[in-house]
């Protein structure tokens, strides 16, 4: 079975902290990808990467970046941590074109 | 300003009625539509997803219909149960790899018994 593990289920930031945000996939897939889902609004798009180093911008990047020095890792960062950045967070990652895509359980954060 | 545009936010079924999700898109470059479902405290997970080089796709009770000149398409869930009330994602994808995914909305539906 493919496993895409986050590092974490819940966490409790401040505000300005520097969040660090762990993604581990165990199936060699090419894609990995970070949303942000809040309701009424879906999951949104906040960075993607098809390959070690390469990461693309989604819909909403602003106030993160991210990593992924591994192939079967990719890393979401949140610089400053801000009260609007509170929300689940899910990270997924599929082989390639045409094929599914798996997520993790997600992470809920809230920052405070 | 999403990608791709999901209705209805909400869907109230009786068991054994068709639930009828629909979806609208921009880029013609987006190439596979998943369909994924979400059960509160999980992570989405793919249910049926279509290539724009057919007009429709059926797996068990559900179906994907595909109107690539009208860029819609939609989900249909015929004999609907109460083991389907989840949240419903329509999703699109393009780029090397399909690498760029965007998804919609969401949709609650809930089938009453």
């Known amino acids: 079975d493919v496993k895409v593990t986050q590092s974490s289920r819940y966490l409790v930031k401040r505000t300005g902290e520097k969040v660090f945000l762990e993604c581990v996939q165990d199936m060699d897939h090419e894609n990995m990808f970070w949303y942000r889902q809040d309701p009424g609004l879906g999951l949104r798009l906040i960075y993607f990467s098809y390959d070690v180093k390469m990461k693309e911008k989604g819909d909403i990047p602003e106030g993160y970046s991210v990593s992924r020095e591994k192939k079967e890792r990719f890393s979401l960062i949140l610089e400053s941590a801000s009260t609007n950045q509170t929300s689940m967070y899910l990270c997924?990652?599929?082989?390639?074109?045409?094929?599914?895509?798996?997520f993790g359980q997600g992470t809920r954060l809230t920052v405070v | 300003q999403q990608q791709v545009k999901q209705s209805p936010q909400s869907l109230i079924v009786q068991k054994g009625g068709i639930s009828i999700i629909n979806c609208a898109y921009e880029?013609?470059?987006?190439?596979?539509f998943p369909w994924y479902q979400q059960f509160p405290g999980k992570g989405p997970a793919l249910l049926i997803a279509?290539?724009?080089?057919?007009s429709e796709k059926k797996e068990g009770r559900f179906t994907i219909s595909f109107n690539k000149s009208a860029k819609q398409f939609s989900l249909h869930i015929m004999d609907s149960q109460p083991g389907d009330s989840a949240t419903y994602f329509c999703a699109a994808s393009w780029g090397y790899n399909n690498n760029d995914m965007r998804f919609g909305a969401g949709t609650r539906l809930t089938v009453k018994p």
């Open positions: 880029n013609t470059a987006f190439d596979y």
């Open positions: 997924a990652s599929s082989l390639g074109r045409w094929t599914e895509a798996f």
């Open positions: 279509i290539r724009p080089d057919v």
